[in-house]
Nanobody
Framework: QVQVVESGGGLVQAGGSLTLSCAVHGRSLWTYATGWFRQAPGKDREFVAAGAWSDGTTNFADSVKGRFIISSDNAKNTVLLQMNSLRPEDTAVYYC?????????????????WGQGTQVTVHS
């Protein structure tokens, strides 16, 4: 059984940083790509970042490019999302998901297992 568990959310001031962690149980990060999505109140879920850890390919939404970093700790089967220069518009529930293939796609189709989400609130 595959489990995805996010942690690390919280309240942060605009301009600050926060690192989210995604622990995956039952499926190897080496074999399957993982991604982060977010959903703000009243808005659709949107892609944030993804990575394919067998070759290190990463993919970022334009809105976070240059500010967010996605990485993996394969020994711990954990994905990290380092968020820098945070803005109030980054406020959302952040979800981690693991795919059924190695494609670090920006579309939610193909992401097979999802976590429960972790709240990130950025205040100005």
């Amino acid at each position: 059984q595959v489990q995805v568990v996010e942690s690390g959310g919280g309240l942060v001031q605009a301009g600050g940083s926060l690192t989210l962690s995604c622990a995956v149980h039952g499926r190897s990060l080496w074999t399957y790509a993982t991604g982060w999505f977010r959903q703000a109140p009243g808005k659709d879920r949107e892609f944030v970042a993804a990575g394919a850890w067998s070759d290190g390919t990463t993919n970022f939404a334009d809105s976070v490019k240059g500010r967010f970093i996605i990485s993996s700790d394969n020994a711990k089967n954990t994905v990290l999302l380092q968020m820098n220069s945070l803005r109030p518009e980054d406020t959302a529930v952040y979800y981690c998901a693991i795919r059924s293939d190695r494609n670090p796609s920006s579309t939610s189709v193909g992401y097979e297992y999802w976590g429960q989400g972790t709240q990130v609130t950025v205040h100005s």
